[in-house]
């Protein structure tokens, strides 16, 4: 199975209507809101739409905070991502204020009927150990059980170093059995993809590209997820929303699923 997740619900309106058009082409069948920007009419529309799956992108690294929290903001807006990592690492980061922030993102969705599937989050935040260990917490707190996984998926369409993408999910698997074992968690993440993930030149190459990495790689027992950014990428959109490609994974017998199939 296959699940396409658009990331930064709410970060920009045009993000959203083209997550909204999506839900109607059989391919984009799940969403991650971005708490601190998603306006309250386009929480709304969410609850009108079945069989999607609608998550938290949880945020820690742009726009304006819901806690005003000391370490973690300057004039109440979020460090750059940069500047938090160096601080969180120099353990200049209050983790009590990111536990803090982070469950107001979360009760904030609550609060307006958003029934919360999964996690995952902003630049991919949630990755680093010390972040990874809170949101397990919070996961918890809030009977979340559901994650965007830490193994990626590098061959499908380019090259890529071998020996590099062992390192990478070796240290993967160490916090995935250390930190993820409590919850259901996407097994393959498929982070080059033709758009964000690489630049391509047409939508016509990246339908034979998907083609030719679905002969060869698609595994109908493993569940891939495919991080796709509506408001970044023109590209992905007109990509995804295309009768050749749901035609395509026709073809494979490629299961197009939401985090309420795991």
């Not at 397990?136 to 020996?163: M, P, Q």
Request: hydrophobic share 35%.
């Amino acid at each position: 199975m296959i699940i396409f997740n658009t990331d930064d619900y709410g970060l920009t309106k045009e993000d959203v209507n083209r997550t909204l058009v999506s839900f109607k082409n059989k391919v984009i069948k799940s969403t991650t809101i971005i708490s601190n920007f998603v306006k309250l009419d386009d929480l709304k529309t969410l609850n009108n739409i079945e069989n999607v799956s609608t998550g938290i992108h949880l945020n820690l690294v742009e726009g304006k905070s819901f806690s005003s929290a000391n370490t973690l903001t300057n004039n109440n807006q979020f460090l750059s991502k940069k500047e938090f990592i160096k601080r969180l690492f120099l353990k200049k980061i209050d983790k009590q204020e990111i536990e803090k922030e982070l469950s107001l993102q979360i009760e904030y969705l609550m609060d307006n009927k958003i029934n919360i599937s999964h996690i995952d989050s902003h630049q991919n935040m949630h990755y680093l150990p010390p972040i990874l260990n809170i949101v397990v917490k919070i996961a918890s707190k809030y009977k979340i059980s559901k994650i965007r996984g830490l193994d990626s998926e590098y061959f499908w369409f380019k090259e890529y170093s071998r020996s590099r993408a062992i390192t990478k999910n070796s240290i993967s698997k160490i916090f995935n059995d250390k930190y993820l074992r409590q919850l259901t968690s996407t097994q393959k993440i498929l982070i080059n993809a033709p758009g964000l993930g690489f630049q391509c030149d047409s939508v016509d190459k990246a339908l034979l590209l998907w083609d030719n990495a679905l002969e060869k790689y698609y595994d109908s027992k493993v569940i891939y997820e495919v991080p796709c950014h509506f408001s970044l990428s023109k590209f992905e959109y007109e990509l995804y929303n295309s009768k050749e490609f749901l035609n395509i994974l026709n073809k494979h017998n490629v299961k197009v699923g939401n985090f309420n199939d795991i």
